[in-house]
């Protein structure tokens, strides 16, 4: 092979290197975003169940009345 060639070849393979660089950094920040409102959502949905088991616990017990359509 000759200069060129090998030249031609780590122009390619570093022009290659840099666009994955690029795209790992990139997915690396979509991934840290995804885990924010992953952890924002989870937090939230521990914040529903508590609030539906305070809920359920202030409900008052069901009387021993028929139902309505009796």
């Known amino acids: 092979m000759t200069d060129e060639t090998f030249a031609d070849r780590i122009d390619a393979l570093e022009m290659r ?7 790992i950094e990139t ?3 979509v991934v840290t975003t995804q ?23 202030a409900r008052p017990a069901p ?6 359509h009796y």
Do not use: S, V
């Open 63 to 68: 009387a021993n009345e028929p139902p309505p």
């Open 35 to 57: 885990w924010k409102q992953i952890d924002a959502l989870m937090r939230q949905i521990a914040e529903i169940g508590e609030r539906l088991r305070e809920a359920e616990a």
């Open 27 to 29: 997915l690396n920040q």
């Open 17 to 23: 290197a840099t666009y994955q660089e690029e795209a």
